[in-house]
């Protein structure tokens, strides 16, 4: 088989490609599911909406960060905890700001392929979900408050549920 013959095996692969979701309730799901997962867990998270409800002041938003990853950090099964945001930054240390979900690569994430398992979490099927899907891992779907959001963001929640049927499925 030539190079370009692997190459569109490759892409059609992926192109049909369906990765786990699973929707979390809060964010002690989200806990219970990585306690219960591989060892060396790679747990990503957006953090609009996913760690901190959306236009929560700087202060809160700082702190509830860093309460998550402390939490998410001293949990055994869980590795590394990666924060991105396609929001400003916002004074995290280490949060990848403007992360262009769903395009950022893996270098970009500070992923090298060794990981025994890397999970994104996120609000929104249409960035978070994709990103996992592109990458090929496991997509958990977590909102925080989807009360009063946007026209923005409640037309992200509609298409959302139309790419998840074709490019998720239920674990």
Same mark, same amino acid.
């Given at each position: 088989?030539?190079?370009?013959?692997?190459?569109?095996?490759?892409?059609?692969?992926?192109?049909? !490609?369906?990765?786990?979701?699973?929707?979390?309730? $809060?964010? $002690?799901?989200?806990? #219970?599911?990585?306690?219960?997962?591989?060892?060396?867990?790679?747990?990503?998270? $957006?953090?609009?909406?996913?760690?901190?409800?959306?236009?929560?002041?700087?202060?809160?938003?700082?702190?509830?960060?860093?309460?998550?990853?402390?939490?998410?950090?001293?949990?055994?099964?869980?590795?590394?905890?990666?924060?991105?945001?396609?929001?400003?930054?916002?004074?995290?240390?280490?949060?990848?700001?403007?992360?262009?979900?769903?395009?950022?690569?893996?270098? !970009?994430?500070?992923?090298?392929? #060794?990981?025994?398992?890397?999970?994104?979490?996120?609000?929104?099927?249409?960035?978070?979900?994709?990103?996992?899907?592109?990458?090929?891992?496991?997509?958990?779907?977590?909102?925080?408050?989807?009360?009063?959001?946007?026209? !923005?963001?409640?037309?992200?929640?509609?298409?959302?549920?139309?790419?998840?049927?074709?490019?998720?499925?239920?674990?």
């Amino acid at each position: 088989m030539s190079a370009v013959d692997r190459r569109a095996v490759g892409w059609l692969r992926q192109m049909f !490609r369906r990765v786990p979701i699973t929707v979390a309730e $809060d964010l $002690d799901h989200v806990a #219970e599911l990585a306690a219960a997962g591989p060892s060396g867990l790679v747990v990503l998270f $957006d953090v609009d909406n996913t760690l901190v409800r959306q236009g929560a002041d700087p202060q809160e938003f700082i702190a509830r960060v860093k309460e998550a990853v402390a939490r998410f950090e001293a949990i055994p099964a869980v590795g590394r905890v990666a924060l991105v945001s396609n929001g400003a930054d916002r004074g995290i240390p280490g949060m990848i700001s403007r992360g262009n979900k769903p395009w950022t690569t893996r270098r !970009r994430l500070g992923l090298t392929g #060794e990981e025994t398992e890397v999970w994104i979490v996120g609000d929104q099927i249409i960035t978070d979900g994709l990103l996992a899907w592109r990458l090929g891992v496991p997509f958990v779907h977590h909102v925080v408050d989807a009360g009063g959001e946007g026209s !923005r963001q409640s037309m992200m929640r509609r298409l959302g549920r139309l790419v998840r049927r074709r490019f998720f499925v239920d674990s």
